[in-house]
């Protein structure tokens, strides 16, 4: 699939992760041409050995887009890596396949780069298939004292709190441009050249806090910060190919424990290690009393040898959870 201005130098190449969202997956497609009426576009489609028929779907319906069939689940970090290796374009554009993007999306993402280079990772904002603000197109980074106020569920009380739940920036409406600590890998652009300095995801993540690392990493690396544009919108399901609570809360703790202990560091980052733990047996403690907090967080605890070191090293998630549950990040 090739969309945009006629000249023949890629300017973005789009990277698509999928995993069992034949559904959405269509739909992820055919947004992209009206989305970058001024950028020629590569399309390339990474599908982590789904079941129901997406990889099928691609090679049927869109033969355009260059598809990477892998074999078995891989895991969102190491299918990017793929479709990054083979990309060709200025920017790497990563998009969730359960969602889209709006008509122009791409084109004012790219703008915003150009006219940012101050900015080393760009963002976008995020609705619901409702039409609803969704904040999760950024975050700000953990510290001791947000994972404190998680444990002892300050930020479940007082959701979006500027003091309690500090990391979800709920004082932002994500209505204005501005800088940001983490990126979300839904709508994620990278200039190839600062991916390739970077080398990419980290592929200790399987799935779930990659995106969180890599911007991080970038910050760290490069000086330059990270920032979203309200300009830039995708309508975003949310984890349409991960919906097995226990397996995926099970991989979202791991890859925030990893973050957490890479990034804070030092006893900064047991401590912060330790905090996620505790807070994961205070919900398990509340759910045996009887409190239903929608999620079966006895089983995660029970299964909490599994997680709670988060993904120490590249190929610890490759197991039966991963394969079940993983497949977008």
């Not at 002892?152 to 979800?168: H, Q």
């Not at 309508?235 to 991989?251: F, G, I, R, T, Y």
Request: charged share 20%; net charge neutral.
């Amino acid at each position: 699939m090739v969309s945009g201005s006629t000249g023949s130098k890629t300017q973005v190449s789009v990277i698509v992760v999928s995993y069992n969202t034949r559904e959405w997956l269509g739909k992820c497609l055919e947004a992209l041409p009206a989305a970058a009426m001024n950028q020629t576009l590569e399309v390339i489609v990474v599908d982590n050995a789904s079941a129901d028929g997406s990889a099928e779907a691609v090679s049927d319906g869109f033969p355009d887009v260059r598809l990477i069939r892998n074999h078995r689940n891989r895991g969102f970090g190491r299918a990017v890596n793929q479709g990054a290796d083979v990309a060709s374009g200025e920017y790497i554009l990563l998009v969730n396949p359960d969602g889209h993007v709006e008509p122009g999306a791409i084109d004012a993402l790219v703008d915003f780069a150009r006219r940012n280079p101050q900015y080393v990772i760009c963002g976008g904002r995020t609705v619901t298939p409702a039409g609803e603000s969704d904040p999760r197109s950024c975050w700000a980074a953990p510290t001791l004292w947000s994972l404190a106020s998680s444990a002892v569920l300050l930020s479940t009380m007082r959701p979006g709190s500027r003091l309690f739940d500090p990391e979800a920036m709920g004082h932002f409406g994500r209505d204005c441009a501005r800088a940001v600590d983490i990126v979300s890998g839904c709508l994620f652009l990278i200039a190839r050249a600062d991916w390739q300095e970077l080398d990419g995801f980290d592929e200790r993540y399987f799935v779930y806090g990659e995106d969180a690392d890599l911007c991080l990493r970038a910050t760290a690396q490069t000086g330059r910060k990270c920032a979203i544009t309200p300009d830039a919108v995708m309508v975003h399901a949310v984890s349409a190919s991960s919906n097995n609570q226990p397996d995926k809360h099970e991989l979202l703790l791991n890859g925030r424990i990893a973050l957490v202990r890479s990034h804070l560091g030092g006893w900064r980052g047991r401590v912060g290690a330790a905090l996620i733990v505790a807070g994961v047996a205070v919900r398990a403690a509340l759910e045996r009393l009887g409190v239903d907090r929608g999620t079966n967080w006895r089983e995660v605890w029970r299964r909490r040898e599994r997680w709670k070191r988060g993904y120490a090293s590249v190929g610890d998630a490759s197991g039966s959870v991963a394969t079940r549950a993983a497949g977008s990040g």
